[in-house]
């Protein structure tokens, strides 16, 4: 993985101490909340419902188990011992004090970490593929060029102060684990006739409040041209863009009111002028590269695998839904999954999280990943210490077999943290989890993604949930609308209001229904996202409201 040189460290250790005089002025009345919001918000610091919110860059991702020991030192001794991961693969402290704020921060610094561009109207933590480097379906691993993009984007100073956030998502597989067709931009490794690898460049996706899918306004990008090309893109934006209304200074906004045409040609001019000054040369692709290299794999031993898996049901269980294929044979990919029940979604504690760092030193190469689910990743597992791996993630409880199901819910902090929030998520999901957990274990109800959002900006994702839940304030009590049919990958989709929002107590009822709906009406195997757009909310629709 990428270490910092001394430009990296410097500029981090200086951003630490600048940020530690901020907060004293701060706190001693020398700056005013105006003056100090834009300085802690590109700090990656929030002041939340009930204490400030700390959230720490993993740029795409990517974790050392050394890195994993200091957040986990971070939690127990400035929080609760306890982080939250995001859906951005990034971690969230939500219980610090705002005076320990800048202690936190030079601790991370130690660690090569930060909370730079985690917040605020800039670019903020570049995202992608948590299965990069492994995936048997990869055209190149995205990783060398995310790498390269944080250090383009870290306090740039032309776009220190866009109209709003801005996000980049790079993905180097067949199938999209990065959501590149719901970022503001999204980079989508592919090839061209003369087999040359560049970029598919997508523009003007988002959630949130409007959900739109992105568009295609350049279907191959030389790698040489990447940095102009994206200069180009945010220079348009960065003059164009909304400054007068916060809901619609998103690029997704200005693409749709200027038309993908004329936005396109006006980045292509941009471009023109700019291509030649900022070239990506092979030699700094090579370079960063030098940073990606594989581990020293070793073969594994043939047949054991199939031997355990049929001897133990339940590590069998765990080895199909936890577990997925590798490019080198013998090995293969483990999900830890963050979503036991009684937790809420993507919580960890300090204890988990060292042992975590344990288990990747024994088992993964000493990394571990954050994923877009709120789940963690080993990329690199031997089959051989399968068995005993599942073992030791069961003790932690760590080894919920339900990676991709039902009860992998992803879920916003909501009420019980949040500002913003209109709604509770974290309570709703575990009265669904409650309700499902038996139903899935019965039917099997495959490939199901449910995301929960307590407000209108999506943290969650529930636009592009196959089942999307979304908590809104009526007259000051939490209802919730319900979406079915959104998909984040490939097919990325919208889901489609199912009707009028449900109270709350009836929420996990409806969920339920739907579930029980798409049992009698699927065929055979056929998935839930399937029998939705086959039939489309009718039925669904049917049965919900049935009693309301």
């Known amino acids: 993985m990428y270490q910092y040189d001394q430009y990296d460290q410097r500029l981090v250790d200086e951003r630490v101490a600048q940020f530690r005089d901020q907060t004293h002025r701060f706190l001693q009345g020398e700056l005013t909340e105006d003056q100090f919001r834009p300085l802690r918000l590109m700090n990656g610091l929030y002041l939340q419902r009930h204490a400030p919110m700390l959230r720490v860059a993993i740029p ?300 990747a030193d024994r088992y993964s190469f000493g990394e571990v990943r954050a994923t877009h689910t709120q789940n963690l990743v080993f990329a690199d597992v031997n089959q051989d210490e399968l068995l005993e791996l599942w073992q030791r993630l069961a003790t932690i409880g760590l080894a919920t077999p339900n990676i991709g199901k039902a009860t992998d819910m992803i879920c916003c902090p909501g009420l019980d943290y949040c500002s913003l929030a209109n709604a509770s998520s974290i309570s709703v999901a575990e009265d669904i989890y409650s309700r499902i957990d038996d139903i899935d274990y019965l039917h099997d109800l495959g490939d199901l993604r449910i995301n929960i959002s307590g407000c209108m900006n999506g943290c969650a994702h529930q636009s592009v949930g196959h089942i999307g839940i979304l908590g809104v304030d009526k007259k000051g009590e939490e209802w919730y609308q319900l979406t079915l049919g959104g998909s984040s990958s490939n097919d990325a989709s919208l889901g489609e209001r199912l009707g009028p929002a449900v109270d709350k107590a009836s929420v996990a009822e409806a969920v339920e229904t739907i579930l029980q709906t798409y049992i009698e009406l699927r065929h055979d195997d056929e998935p839930f996202l399937d029998t939705v757009r086959r039939l489309g909310i009718n039925p669904f629709q049917e049965r919900v409201y049935a009693h309301h």
């Open 60 to 359: 795409y991702g990517l974790l050392s188990s050394r890195q994993l020991r200091k957040l986990a030192d971070i939690s127990r001794r400035y929080d609760k011992s306890v982080a939250h991961f995001t859906t951005r693969q990034n971690i969230q402290f939500n219980w610090p004090r705002l005076e320990d704020v800048p202690d936190i921060l030079a601790e991370l610094a130690t660690v090569q970490m930060h909370a730079i561009q985690t917040s605020g109207a800039c670019i903020r933590n570049v995202t992608s593929d948590p299965l990069a480097g492994v995936c048997p379906d990869e055209i190149e691993d995205p990783r060398p060029y995310c790498e390269i993009i944080r250090q383009w984007s870290t306090l740039h100073p032309e776009f220190s102060y866009l109209p709003r956030k801005f996000k980049i998502a790079v993905s180097g597989a067949a199938k999209d684990r990065a959501a590149t067709q719901v970022h503001d931009i999204g980079l989508q490794m592919v090839k061209n006739d003369a087999g040359e690898t560049g970029f598919e460049v997508l523009v003007g996706g988002g959630l949130g409040r409007t959900p739109i899918i992105g568009q295609t306004v350049r279907p191959f990008l030389a790698k040489a041209d990447l940095l102009s090309y994206l200069e180009a893109v945010l220079r348009v934006y960065n003059r164009f863009g909304r400054r007068d209304n916060k809901y619609k200074a998103r690029i997704k906004i200005l693409l749709k009111e200027t038309g993908i045409e004329d936005f396109t040609r006006q980045v292509e001019a941009e471009w023109a002028h700019i291509r030649g000054q900022l070239v990506l040369d092979t030699a700094e692709i090579e370079r960063v590269k030098r940073h990606f290299t594989a581990p020293d794999y070793q073969p594994a031993s043939a047949g054991t695998l199939e031997t355990q898996a049929t001897a133990e049901p339940r590590f069998d269980a765990w080895l199909r839904n936890n577990t997925t294929a590798h490019k080198i044979a013998g090995y293969r990919s483990v999900f830890l999954s963050l979503k036991p029940r009684g937790v809420p979604p993507g919580d960890v504690t300090d204890a988990q999280m060292e042992a975590i760092a344990d288990l």
